[in-house]
T-cell receptor
Framework: NAGVTQTPKFRVLKTGQSMTLLCAQD?????MYWYRQDPGMGLRLIHY???????AKGEVPDGYNVSRLKKQNFLLGLESAAPSQTSVYFC????????????FGSGTQLSVL | GNSVTQMEGPVTLSEEAFLTINCTYT??????LFWYVQYPGEGLQLLLK?????DKGSNKGFEATYRKETTSFHLEKGSVQVSDSAVYFC????????????FGKGTHLIIQP
């Protein structure tokens, strides 16, 4: 059982480049989330999704877009990367109504130069 | 809005010492409270939880009691081990909403042999 899988694990971008982070879960979870983790800031919610075809903004959505075309996948896109987006990104998922059973991926470390 | 405040780190202790990591919260209603642990290079894992006032969550020798009167959920362990070195996050969820958990900034715990 793979759980929540994030790809890639590491990436270095130049300012202005674009990229997509992929999150895949094999637990049939309805809810999926993208967080970013920065030193001294903890985890902050970027976007989330309550089901296939639906997304919503979290606390820090600017500069990011997301898509949930398939229930098992949640994509996070950076159209024009900025150094302020250097961070560790975590995907998480849970069954509807069971936030206490939130499963996390192992993270993507992104550096924007 | 919801918020979680944790003691600043890093916290450095010797093996077998007593551990307390303070956590206080602000939330509407009656939130569920959680402690997550993040080992180096990994995603967050649920350590323990409490869903109502006076509940005590426990796991792997760690304990935390939901104190509504002081809006606190302090993490304790009687005798820490080197393997407990990690970052610990206090979090809350008010009402099982789809927007996930609100996390504290995290406390880095370092246990020295």
């Amino acid at each position: 059982n793979a759980g929540v899988t994030q790809t890639p694990k590491f990436r270095v971008l130049k300012t202005g480049q674009s990229m997509t982070l992929l999150c895949a879960q094999d637990m049939n979870h309805e809810y999926m989330y993208w967080y970013r983790q920065d030193p001294g800031m903890g985890l902050r919610l970027i976007h989330y999704s309550v089901g296939e075809g639906t997304t919503a903004k979290g606390e820090v959505p600017d500069g990011y877009n997301v898509s949930r075309l398939k229930k098992q996948n949640f994509l996070l896109g950076l159209e024009s990367a900025a150094p302020s987006q250097t961070s560790v990104y975590f995907c998480a998922s849970n069954l509807r109504g069971l936030t206490e059973k939130l499963f996390f991926g192992s993270g993507t470390q992104l550096s924007v130069l | 809005g919801n918020s979680v405040t944790q003691m600043e780190g890093p916290v450095t202790l010797s093996e077998e010492a007593f551990l307390t990591i303070n956590c206080t919260y602000t939330a509407t209603g009656y939130p569920s409270l959680f402690w997550y642990v993040q080992y180096p290079g990994e995603g967050l894992q649920l350590l323990l939880k409490a869903t109502k006032a006076d509940d005590k969550g426990s796991n792997k020798g760690f304990e935390a009691t939901y104190r509504k009167e002081t809006t606190s959920f302090h993490l304790e362990k009687g005798s820490v081990q080197v393997s407990d070195s990690a970052v610990y996050f206090c979090a809350l969820n008010s009402g099982g909403g789809a927007d996930g958990l609100t996390f504290g900034k995290g406390t880095h715990l370092i246990i020295q042999p």
